[in-house]
């Protein structure tokens, strides 16, 4: 049995890996996979860190799969929080998305429009209240 403690019962995944700049366009992040052996992970937490973005508008949408292979994007009712659009206005902080649905693989998109320099910014994936079968 696992002790009472993050380390024990929180995994962390990359979600967007960091990258020098972030240009127009979409990027797509690693697929998290909720399920790992024979623990199901029924909690996940985006936490996208947003550094120096000198212009643009890089939006963060969530996006769920039953296979990894079809993504859409997730229903509201399946967020906590809300998808976040980062600018000069909110940069140099960090944001946080919880998601609570059913997927097997979940993922970011970021979205950039609008930029000549970019920004910095990427997340990772906190997985958390694991089900285990017994």
């Known amino acids: 049995m ?4 993050v380390y024990d019962n929180i995994k962390a995944r990359v979600a967007l890996a960091p ?4 240009l127009n366009g979409s990027v797509n992040g690693a697929a998290v996979d909720r399920k ?31 296979n990894g292979s079809v993504w859409t994007d997730v229903d509201a009712d399946d967020l906590m929080g809300t998808e ?10 960090v944001h ?12 970011l998109q970021l979205v950039t429009a609008g930029a000549t320099t970019g920004g910095l ?7 958390g ?3 285990v079968p017994r």
Do not use: P, W
Not at 2 to 5: E, L, T
Not at 39 to 66: K, L, P, W, Y
Not at 121 to 127: E, P, Q, T
């Open 129 to 131: 209240i694991q089900d």
């Open 36 to 66: 790992e052996g024979r623990v199901f992970f029924r909690s996940a937490m985006f936490v996208v860190n947003a550094g120096t973005v000198t212009d643009g508008t890089h939006t963060v949408n969530v996006q769920e799969s039953g």
């Open 121 to 127: 910014i990427d997340a990772v994936c906190l997985l």
């Open 2 to 5: 696992a002790a009472d403690d």
């Open 96 to 107: 946080e998305i919880g998601y609570r649905g059913n997927a097997r693989y979940i993922r």
């Open 19 to 22: 990258a020098t700049a972030r």
């Open 84 to 93: 976040v659009v980062v600018g000069t206005a909110n940069d140099d902080q």
